[in-house]
């Protein structure tokens, strides 16, 4: 038998997980892609939050509706020229007091290419399993659940926001541009329209999914010199090793996370 | 029948992690098994001082030393195979040790001589000491706790008469528990660091476990 | 908003200077921080201004390119023959030849984009709605209001009408202190000519762009 048990019911682990969401903290990436014609530069954070725990022996922990918390910034570069006609001043000319008619050549106006900030922040919902890992890392005990293999993420809502707050966005950065207005409406529905929800979803895969891939929760972490009494002078601590622990999930008239410790002197 | 029962979260200690923790208390802090006057410690030993017991016409009182051996618990059931002479009952446990009492001896070179010198010479005896107790709780805040010992009785084996076996087991009944007073085990330490633990139920003994539960 | 100052030309402005002494100019296209240095001979391009005959028929208007060779403005052609009469009008039909001034000088007369004196044109196609108060930031008295209008067209018949306003261009005269007329509405893409008849050498560039 080991020399402790410490077993926590799907209450207790609830909480326990719910405070490794919170330890895990606010996770950072960015990096760069396409959208359509477009080049997006990205940063994203993103940290988990709540979630329904279903213990499943013998060692997986199911955690369903567990909250994706996702913020991000896409700086969006548009080449206007792709999106708007070419567009040509016509000659003007008039009669001028000192000679007879003055003529302007034709002006053909110059679409610049725009870089436009985006941001969004928003959750996705979403269930994964996920198995204990008991290890030692350094001279620290873990314990981690950690995802089996790369939970769905539905981006639908959130896609549709993104291409609305482009439109709203994008529409605001238009409106500096000389020559623009007649075309302005027209500009607008084209980037979103080439950009799509479909474009944005494809976008938002490779941004937000390797957030839960490999995602790892620590539920348990201890050095293995733990410490029992703290120094208390003129006395030391007294300390004990973790020589091994071990982590399940027991089925029995309930479902109980299960960790057993040996000790020694 | 789940660990947890009705309560979500519990943790178990055997009696041989407790023994663990016992060796782990007594070897970081060796003074809490030796108390003496310093007259009777070898030097660069651990011990705590107490003061010579005053007595009329005994020059700077009676020198004494008592030292324990680290003591081992046994929780029920019965794990001594009837060795024990306080065997222990449901929710009881057991605590045997063994105690080196020292006494400096003195005695007078004359007993005609005016200036009244002597030596004093060691002399000690080795009891086995039985104790039956159950575990105490110091609870101070939800998750914030600590778990003792206490003992209701002290046998020693072959002490004669009888009356002088009470007198030494009663003076060992108050030393020893005083002795195991200092040992403290944190709720932290039974669950291994896991989780806080809030105290709804025990300290209880069974299946030589110390078993607590409450809630998160 | 546009950027509107005669001191710094781009894509969508143009500078006109008639020429009405026969006689040789030399000029120099710079920003205007290289303005104030003296044309020599040696100015890079040229102007020569014959006589005009008698039957030569009306003045004529030639036009100048300017674009960017390196870190220079290029003027193209480089060397111009004209009649006394004719005007010059340079431009760039590059969007990214910004901020440059025409100035030269000569027995055929001298001019300065950046400071406007006789005989001399700026013209500016407005391409965002607003209200531009222009003044004369070499400390002159005049200035004036252009009010731009934007028009979205809902349909094609509406797109077809502001494409037409695109040929109208407005004319504003200036004659020493006398601007004329004063206020002026036009449409987003519309051109404003200023024409300068005689001034002491002016800029027409947006209040805004003045430092106090």
Known sequence: ?265 | MSLTEAETVFAGVHEAGVNDLFNAFFTARPRFLTYATPALVPPASPFTSVPAIAFPGIPGGIEYRIRFEIPTVDFAPDSSGGSSPLPVGPGQLNIRTKVTITVGCYRYFDDTDKDRQGIVTPISTTLEVWARGKPTVTYFSPGNGEMGFSLDEVEIVDITPDSLESVVECILRMVLQAVIRNVRLPFNTLTAGAFSLALVRGPEIEDDQVKIYGNA | MDTLDSRSLRYIDCFAQKFATPGHVHYRISTLAGACLPIGDEGEFTIDVKARAEKSGESQQHDVQVRREGNKFVADPPHLEIHAGDMVLWNTPDPGVTGYVVVGRGSGGKFDSSALNSDAVFTHAFGTPGEYEWVDANKGKISGVIHVRSLDPKDKEQCQKWLATLEQGSLITIEGDSVRPEKIEILTGQTVFWAVQKAPGISITDSRLVVK
């Not at chain 1, 605001?172 to 799509?196: E, K, M």
């Open chain 1, 1 to 265: 038998m080991p020399d402790i048990i410490a077993a926590a019911d799907e209450t207790a682990a609830s909480n326990l997980i719910h405070a490794a969401e919170t330890t895990l903290g606010t996770i950072s990436k960015s990096g760069s892609g396409n959208l359509g014609p477009f080049t997006v530069s990205w940063n994203a954070s993103a940290s988990f939050s709540g979630g329904m725990i279903d213990l499943i022996a013998p060692n997986v922990v199911r955690i369903a509706n567990c909250q994706l918390n996702y913020s991000l910034g896409l700086t969006f570069s548009f080449d206007l020229s792709s999106i708007l006609p070419d567009f040509c001043l016509p000659q003007v000319c008039i009669p001028i007091p000192f000679d007879g008619k003055l003529c302007t050549p034709k002006i053909c106006i110059n679409w610049p290419t725009i870089t436009i900030p985006v941001s969004h922040s928003g959750v996705i919902n979403f269930d994964a399993d996920f198995s204990l890992n008991v290890h030692l890392s350094g001279t620290d005990w873990l314990i981690d659940i950690v995802v089996v293999g790369i939970p769905f993420l539905q981006f639908g809502p959130a896609a549709a926001a993104i291409l609305a707050a482009i439109g709203v966005t994008a529409s605001l950065a238009l409106l500096a541009i000389p020559f623009i207005g007649p075309f302005l409406a027209g500009a607008v529905v084209a980037i979103t329209a080439v950009i799509g929800i479909a474009g944005v979803t494809g976008l938002l895969g490779p941004i937000l999914t390797p957030f839960v891939s490999g995602l790892t929760f620590t539920v348990y972490k201890q050095p293995k010199l733990f410490q029992v009494l703290p120094p208390a002078l003129p006395d030391p601590a007294v300390n004990i090793n973790l020589d091994a622990i071990t982590a399940v999930v027991a089925s029995s008239n309930e479902d109980e996370l299960v960790i057993s410790v040996d000790i020694s002197a």
